[in-house]
Structure formats: C-alpha cells, structure tokens
C-alpha cells in the first residue's frame, strides 16, 4: 500500500513538472477552462444581484393592495372608498396616534437618461403617503433632506442616481409643465426602492392631473400571521375584492421572471462552451500522455503499476482545469463583482442592480471546471495505464 | 491520389484529435449562430422601422396618455401624409400568464399607416371597419392560439376594466395580419379603439400614443420639431421621434445587450483560436520529417504551404458549417416558444453568411503559422530532426 502510494506521489511529480514541456497546449486548457467558468459566474453573478435587489424589497410584515389582476404596481388602481376600507382592516398596525399604519401610493413612469447608452429609459416616480418612508427598511437620507409635504419636491434614490443623468441634489427637473427640485438622496440597503424618485403623494396627483387617484396601498401588519385575516377581510367584502399579498411575495414574483431569463441563458451557454474546452483538455491530455510514452514505459518496466500512471494523468487535468477554474472565478470577481447595472422590472420601470458572486456561485464555477478537467483526463489516463510496456519503449 | 486527398488523409490521421477539434470549433460557431440570431431578433424594431415614420408620445415618458384632440391637430399638420394612433391594452388570454400584444387603434388611420408592412386582404379591411367588436389578429398569434375569423374571443386587460366591472371585452376576428417584410412580426392584435373608448371605466378620450407617416424622410426632423412646438407649455407636452430611433431606446432599457453578445461570442472564439492554433501547430511540427520528405519529392513550397492550410480551413468548415446549421435547425424549433419574449428569432442569410466568412477566417488564421513554417523548412533540416 505505502510503495502504491510512493508510486503515485512519484508519477505525480513527474507529471506536474512535466507541464512546462507542453506549455502553450496547457495554458490553452487553463484559458479555455477559464473563460467557461467566466462567462458561468457573469450570468450567475447577474441574475443573483437581480434577485437580491428585489427579494431585498419586500418585507413579511408589509401588506400590499393591487387591483385585483393587475399583477404590477403599474397595472393597478385603487379606489378613494377602498382605501377607507383598508384604514379599517383588521391586522393593520396602528401608530400611537391610533392612525393605521398604511401608505396609499401613485406609481408613474417619468424619462430619465440611461448614463451609459445616452438613451431615453422608464423611471418610476413615486407619490408616497405620509407612513411611506417609515413602511420600508432601512430608509436614509445620505444627502440633502426629506421633501416637505406639499411641495414640489423629490428625493432620489442613491441606484437611479447612479445609472441616470438628470437627477442630481439640487437639480430642478420637469416632468410636463410641472418642475420638481432634487431635495435628498435616500438609501434603501440595495432594494429596488434606491431605483425610485419619491414625492408627496396629493402633490405627484394634483401636477400629473390624477386628483384622488391611488394605485397600490402598503400597510404594515400587527405581525405576517395577520396577513390571513386581513385577505379574508378583503374577499369577504364585494367592494374590495383587491389582491393582497406580503410584499416580501410581490416581489418574489416580480424577481421570478427575470432572473429565470438569465439563468436559463447563462447554464446553455457555459455548457456548450465547457464541450469545447473538453475538447481542448482532452487533447493536451492526450499529447500528455503521447509525448511521456517512453518514460510510462520505462516505469513500467521498472516495476510500476498501471495505477500509479493513472492518478498522474488525471491529477494533471484536474490542476490545470482547477487552476482554470480559480482564474476564471478570480476573474469575474475582479471585472464583474460590484458592477451595477439596469434592466426593465416587472413594473415597466428601470431597476438598478449590482452583479453579485457569492461563494455558492464560486462553487458552482469551480465544480464546472473539475467536471471539465475529469472527463478531459479520464480517457488520456486509462490509455496511460493500459500502454503496453514493449510499444511504449520503441515509441 | 491528388492535394486533396493527401489533406484529408493528414487531417483524420489521429481521428480522435481531429473530432476533439471538430466538436469543439462546432460548438463555437452553434454560439455564434444562436446569440447572433438573438441579437438579430433583439434589435428587429430597428430595422422593421419605416424611414418616414415618427412616433408622438407624451414627453413624460410613452406610457403617459395623450389626449385625442392632438390627432385631428397632428393630422392637420404640414409635411404629416397620414397618422393613426395606439392604445396599450395590457391584454391576456384567460390567464394572466398568457399575455397577449394588444392594441385599440382607429381602424381606417392605422391600416394606411402600417399598409406597407401589413398585408390585409380587402374583405377584411371591410369587416374591420365595420364590426365594433372587430379584431384583426396576426397571423403569428392566429396560429398560436389556433383562432381564426369568425371565432369570438374574450380578451382581458391587466389594465383597463369595462363601466360594468368587467375585465375582459369579446373580440371577434374579423382579419388575419400577414407580414409583407421578413423584419414584421405579426405576434399582435389590433381592436377597434371606438368601441374600447366607449366601454372602459377611466381614461376617455385619451389615446397611448401616435404613429405618422411624413410626406417625406427629408421633413422627418421640421415635422417633429414642429409637433413638439405646438404642444409645449400645455399639460401634455410630446416627444416626437423616428421611429428607428424610438425602438433602439427601448431595446437599450432591457440592457446592453450588444456587449453582454459581444463578450461571449468572443470569448467562445478566443478559446477556440488557441485550442485548434496550437494544436495545428503541434500536429504540422510531428510531421516534419514528412514535409521534409514532400519537398525531396519535389512538392514546392507553395504547394506545401496550400495543403497546410487547406488542412486548417477543410477543419474550420467540417466544425463551423455543422454548427451553423444546428443553430439555424434549434432557432428555428424555439421561434413558436420565444414569440412572445423574442419575435423573430431565426436566423438570416446575413447571420449565415458572415458565419461562413469566420469559418475561413478561423481556419487561415489557426493554419497560416505551421503553414509558413511548413513551406519555409529546408529539407537537411527537416530529414535530420526526429
């Protein structure tokens, strides 16, 4: 057992120096193999930021009103005497005033200039009741202050203000005949709500001619389980007959779609590449173990297994795959990690996101390229096992 | 036993080298052949865009309403030959996952405007001006949901609602749409916006946005400029813009798109360059002493030189050409399943052609090193190595 593993420890070595012989055909392998597990963790990384932002959105305790249908916030209304039913609901929090703790809220698009392609895109202005703010985490004003009420006021999101032009502290800008100052800039820990312009609701209605229109209504729950009384509540009155969910579950269905798209893109997309890195791997292990022919022979003779022939073959594909796979992640994480980027959301509307690896996407990449780098050894490392001594010498 | 023969001989004389290399310049060019179709169907708004067409939308953002009285002034405008206007109707097929591409428009405006690029047998054209309820469906969309003129079908809205409560309007289909451009998709349907203006519980009198057709391209930018003048200042200000260059801003909100193709395209060739480069060079460098042999034979450099790389570019094709066709094969199999997300996903004689021109770049540029080296090798040199 010891001499087996002398065997291959020695066999090994030979192999892992040996690598400087074929360079140029190994360092192929490592930058195809590398390349794969790049465009992988690139699309993996994306749709994972995607999700984050958004699943980073929603909270349990948080009820939401839509149209029933409407599937977005864009889609819905909700009427003035449904927004009374709703100040009445069971399960709503209520504040120490005793006024419950909800949010009516007007959702328009308005344009906006994508920094990076100079092009017209769809911004969402939100009008936010007097709860607004306080009905989503981690709400803070970096620069600047909060809008007053009744005023012609904005706060923008620290997302929008990175990937848009126009919306700078202090700027005025004009939506129609209306003209809006840029008052604060607000963070929203990452969630979609950093991609939104916030106004005072009864202002965003009466400038954009939408007097007492409201089209989703937040609420913060006593606790989630409260959610329950408060959807029966809502079916049991035909006047309502809104759809109510957590947010938390909104805008897991609005992250579904998207992040599907982009992951159903990256995995084809890697696979397909990773047949042609295979190809590559296999080749240069092959002309690995051509070109050691005579010394697998010489060994042989000498009085070495089959085995120990094998493990050296295979050991050199997984390094060179795995050193592949390490550059590849190393990569991604230095161009791709961080980047912010924008897409349209469910909402019709521009949400900002950040590329995101995490380590189970790095694991996902690496075990990639180990796939790749056994497959490419295994038959390169049978063949090295079998070679007959006598025609390995004459090779 | 000609050049050829001698080239194909020297390419399968390790089989199982040859077909790594085969596999692998194959999936390369399957890459190329489906992101390239993708982009291609991405990026078809742009080139399905009449030169002379502009659309008006409110200058807020498109999703924004007009009011209606802006298409009798717009109508009436110097240097506009026709114009028709379009609502966004957010429409589903019984569930809401089945979303459909609905419009309401004014039936007579809308099928002179989109005349060149719909083809409505005349009947049709009747009935849809007749009818009320009239729809003219695609003919994309037709074959999807399997309808056809005469069936009554219930359209709902995620938007709008009737003054009844309601969610869905009964449609009849009056009209199959053919495209008369390959560039057209005909996954939509258009109603008549009479009948939906009349019925919808909020919103009267507005309209989504207009489509015009100017007497010219050359009084494209004095139109829009115009447009947009007569209606500043008011609650309703316009953006009007090309056609062309309303769809690219609205292909550029998905993303960039170009550069995340560009990447991956490039990346899949990078890889493949260097696995078949170096290979090549190691199988033209195993056989010198051959080559060394030719020359003795009398085979010039030239000739040496062309079967190298007849060898490279024979390889690049009997991976690349398979490739293309595959992708050609599987875009074609998903067109059905991607129209909603994708219209228009197949790929073009464009896409293949400029294919077949990489299948020969690669193969010139993986082949013309060891070529050079093959013709330039001098025989005592050659003979002696090895």
Redesign the interface.
Known sequence: MRSLLLQVIAVTTINLKSISQRLWLSLSTVVAVALVVMVLLAFLAMANGFQRTLAGSGSDDIAIFLRGGSQAEINSTVARDQVRLIEDAPGIARGPDGKPLISPELYVVVDGIKRSSLTKANLPLRGIGEQGATLRKGIAITEGRMFNRGANEVVVGKGLLKEFAGFELGKTVAFATSRWTVVGIFEAEGSVFESEIWADLPVVQSLFNRPNVVQTVRARLENPASLAALKSYNDNDARMKLDVKSEAAYFADQAGQTTDVIQKLGWPLAIAMAFGALAGALNTMYSSVAARAVEIATLRAIGFGGFPAFVGTMIESLVLAAIGGVIGAAATYLIFDGLTASTLGGSFTQVVFAFKLSPALIWQGVLLALVVGLIGGLFPAIRAARMPIVAGLYA | MNDLMLVRKNLFRKK??AW??I??IL??F??FGMLASFYRAFTAGEDAAAADRLVVV????F??PLPIAYFNRVRAMEGVRQVAHLNWF?GYYQE?KNFLIVFAVEPQTYMDVYGNDLDIPADMRQAFLRERTGALVGEAMARKWGWKVGDRVPI?S??FSQKSGA?TWDMTIVGIMKAKTPQMDTNFMAFQYGYFDETRS?GKDQIGWMVLQTTSPSVNDKVAKAIDASFA?????T?TDTEKAFN??FV?????IALIMT??IG??F???L??V???M??TIRERTREIGVLKTLGFSGQRILGMVLGESVLLAMLGGIPGLAIAAFIAFMLRENLAN?IPGFAMTPGIAIAGIAMILALGLITGIIPALNAMRLRIAAALGRG
């Open positions: 199982l080298r790594l290399m596999v692998s999936v390369a399957l890459i409110n200058k807020i953002n999703t924004q957010g809401p709902a995620n938007i969610r909020f200042n008011s609650p309703y200000e953006a690219k801003a550029a909100q998905i993303g960039n990447l991956v990346a899949a990078v890889t493949i260097m696995i480069g170096n290979t060079a190691l997300f």
